[in-house]
């Protein structure tokens, strides 16, 4: 089993920077990709960003140049530096994992007012 715990959301002007951090429990991350996604009031969850184990980077178009994604194997956390935060960035943000089955934390709000 694995527990990842996100943390890092509040409430940003526009323009503002946070970061998130998603630590994992029961598993060391290090040999899996890990992927935030985000999910607004009455939208659908949506891919953010993701790092291989490579330490390949991916991201949503809306996201490059503005968030990056980084991981510290040595505390198996995931981070996400978000930049220029627009209140379209607004949601819940999740981390995830997949180790024969997708695992996610409870999420972190972040809100950013215009």
């Known amino acids: 089993q694995v527990q990842l715990v996100e943390s890092g959301g509040g409430l940003v002007q526009a323009g503002g920077s946070l970061r998130l951090s998603c630590a994992a429990s029961g598993r060391t991350l290090s040999p899996y990709d890990i992927a935030w996604f985000r999910q607004a009031p009455g939208k659908e969850r949506e891919f953010v960003a993701q790092?291989?184990?490579?330490?390949?980077?991916y991201y949503v178009d809306s996201a490059k140049g503005r968030f990056t994604i980084s991981r510290d194997n040595a505390k198996n956390t995931v981070y996400l530096q978000m930049n220029s935060l627009q209140p379209e960035d607004t949601a819940v943000y999740y981390c995830?994992?997949?180790?024969?089955?997708?695992?996610w934390g409870q999420g972190t709000q972040v809100t950013v007012s215009s």
């Open positions: 790092i291989l184990w490579s330490g390949s980077r």
């Open positions: 995830n994992v997949r180790i024969g089955k997708d695992y």
